[in-house]
């Protein structure tokens, strides 16, 4: 099985060559929504699409033969998700498009690309650093996406596809427990403490919140310079939270690689639609929503299939309140044997744990008997 990474290379551009990629942006938008707009909404079959009318889009909106059939399949692409979530197809901004070997070239000898635009090929050098530039070496790479940031930078999201090792076959597990508390905790009791995090969270909301009532409520001047700092730290919690969970999920698998044993993930989804239910107050309900649990879980899966570790997901209700050597859960509903970190078990010999019985249960729970 091949894994495709993606690797973000900013682009140095001319005035003349933002025109000429902001052509290219637009057409390449326009054409998506011709082909949305004049073909059967619910034809998600991208050759049948293609044969209705592909000559007519390229011809619409002056596209290279190679953007235009991608064109149609990203059109396909957004009705399969569309119909999965049941809503209609979104419009299509002038913001990306998809290049594939024909239309892009790579150059490792001076570090530049090559892009098809409207009016013949241009030449592009990479603004990257060492990381980008060791991935990039040695590779030759066949598709990109063009996208044009907020701000007004390029980016060049250049897609690289390889072979990952095959996964070990082992019977030992390490457990993985996802918390607020502590963001990650493992079987054998490492921990990766939340505390911190929440206090630059909390530290985070509490700057938004004075900037959003300044920017409102303030002079004209104090108004203008809330919004500047609004839009400056934009995305800066974004990007910490990215961070951490790269950092957290990078070891986790180092770990498991080196120890030759299959990561145990509890499966959250959709776990803030039922603690949402809950009655909490206002700050509790943004902490426990504002933590990427799902971007961990993608990171951990990526870089598992990267490095040949086994993942598995699991059930997660009662792993906390199972005792990992008996399995036994407390026999009447609504207790537990509990309290906060400490476990003590009602059944078996062994009256206190000193293991952290809730990432335990995550690793028997494919042994546990059914309720």
């Not at 909106?61 to 979104?90: D, E, F």
């Not at 989804?269 to 809950?278: A, D, K, L, S, V």
Request: hydrophobic residues 30%; aromatic residues 8%.
């Amino acid at each position: 099985m091949s894994q495709v990474l993606t690797v973000s290379c900013k682009l140095e551009v001319t005035q003349g060559q933002v025109e000429k990629l902001d052509a290219v942006l637009r057409a390449f938008a326009n054409c998506c929504e011709y082909v949305n707009k004049n073909t059967d909404p619910k034809l998600t079959n991208q050759i049948a699409v293609q044969s209705l009318i592909y000559k007519e889009a390229r011809d619409y909106s002056g596209l290279s033969a190679q953007m235009t059939i991608h064109a149609i399949r990203r059109v396909c692409a957004n009705r399969k998700t569309a119909k999965q979530q049941n809503r209609p197809v979104k419009g299509f901004a002038p913001t990306s498009a998809t290049y594939d070997a024909r239309t892009f070239t790579f150059k490792e000898k001076d570090w530049t690309v090559s892009l098809t635009t409207m009016k013949g090929r241009e030449k592009f050098p990479l603004y990257i650093g060492n990381y980008q530039r060791h991935l990039l070496t040695g590779r030759n790479p066949k598709s990109a996406v063009l996208v044009k940031r907020k701000d007004g930078t390029y980016y060049l999201q250049i897609q690289l596809e390889s072979e990952p090792p095959q996964p070990e076959q082992t019977d030992k597990v390490l457990g993985v427990d996802l918390g607020r508390t502590d963001i990650c905790v493992t079987s054998e009791g490492e921990k990766f403490s939340g505390k911190q995090i929440t206090l630059i969270r909390d530290k985070y909301a509490r700057v938004r919140a004075s900037l959003q009532q300044k920017a409102s409520k303030g002079t004209r001047s104090t108004r203008r310079r809330a919004r500047q700092v609004l839009q400056r730290l934009s995305g800066r919690e974004r990007r910490f939270q990215a961070q951490v969970n790269h950092t957290v999920s990078y070891r986790l698998i180092q770990h498991a690689k080196n120890t030759k044993q299959t990561i145990a993930l509890e499966d959250l989804t959709g776990i803030r639609e039922r603690t949402n239910q809950q009655p909490r107050s206002k700050t509790e309900r943004r902490r426990s929503n504002s933590w990427a649990f799902y971007q961990l879980r993608q990171f951990l899966t990526y870089k598992a299939i990267k490095f040949g570790v086994n993942l598995v997901f699991v059930d997660p209700r009662y792993t906390s309140q199972t005792c990992h050597k008996c399995l036994h859960i407390h026999p009447i509903r609504g207790e537990s044997n509990r309290s906060g970190k400490r476990f003590r078990c009602g059944h078996s010999t062994s009256k206190v744990s000193n293991e952290p019985d809730g990432m335990q249960g995550t690793k028997v729970q494919d042994t546990k008997p059914e309720l």
